[in-house]
T-cell receptor, first 118, second 113 residues
């Protein structure tokens, strides 16, 4: 099956610093990737849709200047949390959309990145 | 508006017993339907999906789900629970032509030895 990786798997940073999270599709090309945020014991909330070569589409209530998304290639999207604050502490999960000839579209998820802002 | 309802945030079953996790959706047209499993501190793994065709879908680890249009449901079942099935399960839908998934709130499955 398709594999999506995320790096780092966890990060601790000081308040006010910026953190970059990478999402890679390892064995397929993904023109579209998605960034989700998951709070403890809650569901995934879509933050933004990342399209290769164009600007990301942000969901309502998500600050685009706070959460910078870059999708520079067909296998890599990055999420940068700028000037992180403790309330940004969360589990960030990316997914990449694969299109299969027989079975159509499927989203494959990365293992997630746990961010703790002190 | 699209919504996904998972009845029961926690479900406990005995090892070897039937697993039934419920999912209902609201959509003007039948969407694509998915079940994902999440183990602690990990991302989501696709269990199965329904797009078109046969309404009974078989997935990995012995799970299956049946799309019932009349009931707008896509319940997940497994005949015999195993300890390794303990995890969080998410139902998700994607409308035809849409890019993103809408997730339910999840159901935590506990398997009792």
């Amino acid at each position: 099956g398709a594999v999506v990786s995320q790096h780092p798997s966890w990060v601790i940073c000081k308040s006010g610093t910026s953190v970059k999270i990478e999402c890679r599709s390892l064995d397929f090309q993904a023109t579209t990737m998605f960034w989700y945020r998951q709070f403890p014991k809650q569901s995934l909330m879509l933050m933004a849709t990342s399209n290769e070569g164009s600007k990301a589409t942000y969901e309502q209530g998500v600050e685009k200047d706070k959460f910078l998304i870059n999708h520079a290639s067909l296998t890599l999207s990055t999420l940068t949390v700028t000037s992180a604050h403790p309330e940004d502490s969360s589990f960030y999960i990316c997914s990449a959309r694969a299109i299969h000839q027989m079975s159509g579209e499927t989203q494959y998820f990365g293992p997630g990145t746990r961010l703790l802002v002190l | 508006a699209q919504s996904v309802t998972q009845l029961g945030s926690h479900v406990s079953v005995s090892e070897g017993a039937l697993v039934l996790l419920r999912c209902n959706y609201s959509s003007s047209v039948p969407p694509y339907l998915f079940w994902y499993v999440q183990y602690p501190n990990q991302g989501l793994q696709l269990l199965l999906k329904y797009t078109t065709g046969a309404t009974l879908v078989k997935g990995i680890n012995g799970f299956e789900a049946e799309f019932k249009k009349s009931e707008t449901s896509f319940h997940l079942t497994k005949p015999s629970a195993h300890m390794s099935d303990a995890a969080e399960y998410f139902c998700a839908v994607r409308e035809t032509g849409a890019n993103n998934l809408f997730f339910g709130t999840g159901t935590r499955l506990t398997v009792i030895p």
